[in-house]
């Protein structure tokens, strides 16, 4: 079987994060199709669970950049992998050494999921604690709170660029861990930074549902530097024109923009039988 894999932010979703009209009516024509699609997000299950919610994904979906795999099917996870405590301490140590406050994301006993953070030191980061409490299924707490049997999928901290790009720099050095970086959607001028175990990406998951579904091939769609490792596996790559350079310079093609439904556009021609002609092989 051949199955499309999408990443949401900069690719599927638009500039506001949000599924188009004429995306979402170009799922549905894929979903009836009997077209297999999935996601391959940086986001959390929760962060992405709206949007999702009626667009016809019914296949495992890997979230936080390939630390775990859902499957909507029995609501159930099929796939962690988790931080140790040496490499959280690290991480930790970096996150306060350049001020900033660390977000430490866990999943619990009875499929429990929760956020734990230092004392927070702006306004941004009070306003990005506001946006985890509203996330449904999702315990906000303080750091002092972090039991000891809460395995740690990931931290996430936002600053402005030299501390996180400090941080990156550490964690370049650290063999077990991987960073990705990009800009703040709360302030353009900040950055956020997340982390994670090496083995957790993107690729590795595209592998792993290969096994878990029988798949054949992979088709994906993505824009920066975390979907780089899922082009490498996948049998077709393609970049919309508002991708990093780098993730152009990989693609299969560089398709349209994703604000001009480019992703839509290419999946209606490609397999909907629909004509357009904004892409470039490479």
């Known amino acids: 079987m051949e199955l499309i894999v999408f990443d949401l932010d900069g690719t599927l979703l638009d500039s506001k994060g949000q599924l188009s009209k004429f995306t979402q ?7 009836h199709r009997g077209i297999a699609y999935t996601v391959a997000t940086g986001r959390s299950l929760h962060a992405s669970r709206k949007l999702l919610q009626g667009q016809g994904f019914r296949f495992p979906q890997v979230f936080k950049n390939g630390v775990m795999i859902w499957n909507p099917q029995n609501d159930a996870y099929s796939h ?5 405590l040496d490499e959280v301490q690290h991480v930790l140590e970096a996150a306060l050494e350049q001020q900033l406050t660390p977000f430490i994301f866990t999943f619990e006993p009875g499929n429990r999921h929760a956020i734990y953070h230092g004392p927070l030191q702006n306004e941004l980061e009070a306003s990005l604690v506001r946006q ?3 996330q449904k299924g999702v315990e906000v707490r303080a750091l002092a709170q972090l039991p000891g049997e809460a395995e740690i999928t990931n931290i996430s901290a936002l600053g402005l660029p030299s501390a996180v790009s400090a941080i990156e720099h550490l964690i370049q050095r650290e063999q077990h861990l991987i960073a990705y970086v990009g800009t703040a959607w709360e302030d353009k001028n900040w950055r956020w930074i997340d982390i994670h175990h090496v083995d957790a990406n993107k690729g590795a998951a595209i592998e792993i549902l290969r096994q878990q579904i029988g798949v054949t091939r992979v088709v994906c769609f993505g824009d920066s530097e975390n979907d780089l490792s899922m082009f490498a596996r996948a049998d077709e790559a393609y970049a919309p024109a508002n991708a990093k350079a780098e993730v152009r310079a990989a693609a299969t093609a ?11 556009r290419f999946l209606r ?9 904004d892409f470039d092989q490479n």
Do not use: K
């Not at 962690?80 to 140790?84: A, E, G, V, Y």
């Not at 560089?254 to 839509?264: L, N, S, T, Y």
């Open 269 to 277: 021609e490609r397999f909907l039988g629909d004509t357009f002609t």
């Open 254 to 264: 560089v398709i349209g923009h994703h604000d001009e439904d480019g992703i839509a």
């Open 80 to 84: 962690q992998s988790f931080l140790n």
């Open 132 to 134: 985890f409490s509203d």
């Open 25 to 31: 009516d170009t799922l549905s024509a894929l979903s």
